[in-house]
């Protein structure tokens, strides 16, 4: 398959790579690896500055492929708002949802991948716009929005803001151990 991927990245970049996210050098290579494969015909011309689609990138990755939020995604994660990843989109987006991200980083790019118009705060629209990603349209939908509303305690106030969503998600045990993607 002609150079070897791992060659393209400076000693430099990997290590600045490192300072800002939760990986080490071995994941960093490991990782740049996997974005190679997927065009590397593209990613050898400018290891950095190439940009891949979304699509190809959650198509390629089993840990994405099927997951019901990956507009969103590459919404929140694509720099320059083109539904594409440069290495860099992608090593952020792998962090931050990461085994070794603290939880309530994961959490606060959780409160965002739900918060779908952007508005600062997870509204009943939110919630709704969430469940349909997630079951679809149905009949049911109606009664688990309603069951979130009342268990999150937004029956009152029609919103929650960030700092209580973190509140909410620092009480469900599970969310640290279950809300990763392992990459």
Do not use: W
């Not at 149905?138 to 973190?166: C, R």
């Amino acid at each position: 398959m002609g150079a070897k991927s791992s060659c393209l990245l400076s000693l430099d970049d990997i290590d600045e790579c490192c300072d800002l996210t939760y990986f080490n050098r071995k994941d960093i290579v490991r990782l740049f690896n996997r974005f190679y494969r997927i065009n590397p015909n593209i990613v050898k011309t400018d290891p950095l500055s190439a940009r891949l689609p979304a699509a190809d990138i959650f198509n390629t990755f089993n840990e994405l492929k099927y997951n019901p939020f990956q507009k969103r995604l590459a919404d929140i994660f694509s720099s320059q708002n083109d539904s594409c990843f440069s290495f860099e989109d992608f090593v952020d987006l792998a962090s931050a949802f990461g085994e070794k991200a603290p939880p309530e980083v994961r959490a606060a790019l959780t409160f965002c991948l739900y918060d779908f118009d952007n508005d600062g705060l997870l509204s009943v629209a939110d919630l709704y716009r969430f469940i349909h990603d997630i079951i679809g349209g149905s009949a049911n939908q109606e009664t688990v929005v309603q069951y979130i509303l009342n268990e999150v305690g937004m029956e009152e106030s029609s919103s929650v803001n960030e700092s209580e969503f973190l509140h909410i998600v620092d009480r469900l045990p599970d969310f640290s151990r279950s809300f990763k993607l392992p990459m």
